[in-house]
């Protein structure tokens, strides 16, 4: 009975608008009241104990260097690149917006950011070219949230930290789902321009490409930096995000001069605003996740699932629907926060890779985002760009399909994300 | 509406006790996200000038890790206090937005007042643990500085969001929370 409630009243309380962070505290203070679990000061243990932690500190070194990123002229110039190097293929500007996602995701780990970013720089011209505003703001949509998927992900921390294990492995892991999804992308939007007769723009010259390429050579060394210290051993994920903050600052402001103090300063101080959203969050679910390992209720849940006798196949089936769900109506980070204590043990007991879990959670929670009714990303570009939402619905469906064959794929080829990580190692 | 403006927009200028303790709630808040930024400066310096001292020089601060991590507790929860004034805090209010005008304030009223209460309990019993840290005289490992201050931003930010809550349903009314999607600020 009383963890029949302790699943229901946050499902109620969340549903009344009341902040996340705080169900997860009345939930777990009510937890540990009714069955008696231990004094309410252990709380602040908990929070204090959760959140004592170095590999957590990557998530709002992250959200910086994205933000000055995005503000400092080195996502533009990478777009800049991009667009510049796929130009003369067809649906150059739609292959060049999947492919900017991709690189603003190796950089960054919000995919909101990702879809104002990138979709203000390219909406207008692939509508110019004649790919429809729905089609259009539907892409960038859909591609956002790439940005999740391609590490460094701050969703991918959050699991690594809350399900224990090794952050750099995720990144790893979550690679080539990543470039797949992109690449599947790309090739829907070439297959689209061909049947649309969208006009193939000129490929440009040499010159051209080597101007794009020498005013964006600043920009392209900020995920080389990141991604080769990480996956090199030169940093661990935190520190490479601290220097990817100190990177994109000099580079912002004494190079492309695209940034002054003043501006750095004004986006230092706004994302402690973001940070503190996402993070008083993982404060409150250290002591959620506390109170539930505590409570017997994930090893109830393990022994309701193997009564079941079900196959992994179909364990993570339902696992695929429930974060489907789940991640339609919640953000990733407390979706992870507040699922991955109860999901790991089982996970555990079937035997199946925490890593390659790991990259199933991320992937289902990222096509929330975009999965109608409620995915983030949709009120997000019907905000950004006026686009009613019954269009984004049908829009974003063919880029749902893709989406939901990689899940499948890597869902159920477990070697996708398992293999890449031991040639790693 | 933005979240910038969501906080000037819904609240014109008041004259009186409303308005001062409007404007004691912005000074805060502007006070509180200006600290944070400060410490969030320090952990990038502090992240960049390791990592630059451990291959160029072979040597590394041993205190390093610990003052960036306390430097992170100290912005969750200072700067949630502008977090809560602003009325920003990740929620799901889909439902509450599709209820009569007369519940959503009742239940915005009830659930504020309860978050309050929640709030305060919790600070309660984390202040004992300070209380106690600070008895003890208990010092941190490499910073070795008094135990009780990185503990003590637990339950200082906790009254700090609970004031702001009660500071902002009294100026702002009973408002649901506010996390437009168009707003520059929100990017998660």
Partial sequence: MILSMLAALPVILICLGVPIFIVLFAVSVGGMVALDLTSLKAVHSAIFGGLDSFPLLAIPLFILAGDIMAQGGIARRLINLITAVVGGVPGSMGVAAVGSAAAFGAMSGSSVACVAAIGNLTIPTLVKQGYGRRFSTSLIAATGVIDIIIPPSIAMILYAITAQVSVTKLFIAGVLPGLLIGLLLAIFVMIRARALDIRVVERPSPREVLAAAKAALWAVLAPVVIIGGIYGGVFTPTEAAGIACAYATIVSVYVYKELTWQGVWRIVTRSTVLIAQIMLLVAASTVFGWVITTSGMPQAFVAFIESLQLGNWQLLLIFNIVLLGVGSVLEPPPAILILTPLFAPVVAAAGIDPIHFGLIVTINLAIGMFLPPFGINLFAAHALFKVPLPDLYRGVLPFLAIYLFVLGLITYIPALTTVPVQWVR | ?188
């Fill in chain 2, 1 to 188: 509406m933005t979240m910038q403006t969501a906080a000037a927009g819904i609240s014109e200028r008041r004259e009186g006790t409303a308005g001062r303790a409007q404007r004691f709630g912005d000074f805060l808040s502007a006070l509180c996200m200006q600290l944070s930024g400060i410490a969030l400066a320090v952990i990038v310096t502090i992240c960049t000038v390791n990592v630059i001292a451990r291959y160029v020089f072979a040597h590394a601060f041993s205190w390093a890790e610990e003052a960036m991590v306390y430097c992170m507790i100290f912005i969750i929860f200072v700067a949630s206090a502008a977090v809560t004034w602003k009325g920003s805090h990740l929620c799901l209010d889909l439902l509450l937005r599709k209820c009569p005008a007369f519940f959503q304030k009742a239940i915005v009223v009830g659930s504020t007042l309860a978050s309050v209460a929640l709030l305060l309990l919790l600070a309660h019993f984390s202040y004992d643990v300070v209380a106690r840290l600070y008895r003890y005289g208990q010092r941190t490992e490499a910073l070795e500085i008094p135990m009780w201050i990185p503990q003590g931003f637990v339950p200082a930010g906790l009254v700090l969001i609970a004031l702001m809550m009660m500071l902002r349903l009294w100026t702002h009314g009973p408002l649901p929370h506010e996390t437009d999607l168009s707003s520059e600020d929100f990017h998660l």
